[in-house]
């Protein structure tokens, strides 16, 4: 997975918000993170990786990262798609 750092917003140099997108292969999404953890503070030395840890830190639930699961998942649904050439293609969403 693929994950880059849009925005950060920060208050009195605490990260509060982040905006980020994460792809994997033929499925991405975009979203605003915003921290439950107020110490983050915005220094010379935050890097973007610092950023990305911080949320895949604090969106994991049972030992998994929601964001990546949720993509793994409709990854897997599109992918379950049979293609057949004499039938127009249209989105279709399993539940």
């Known amino acids: ?27 991405s999404t975009e979203g605003f993170w915003t921290f439950t953890n107020k110490t983050r503070q915005m220094t010379d030395q935050t890097s973007e990786i610092d950023v990305i840890n911080w949320i895949k830190a604090e969106s994991v639930v049972n030992d998994i990262c929601i964001i990546e699961a949720n993509l793994e998942k409709q990854l897997n649904n599109t992918q379950d798609v049979v293609k057949k050439s004499w039938v127009k293609p249209t989105f279709s969403v399993k539940i």
């Open 1 to 27: 997975m693929i994950w880059k750092i849009l925005d950060v917003f920060a208050e009195n140099d605490i990260i509060n918000q982040a905006k980020y997108s994460v792809t994997n292969d033929s499925v």
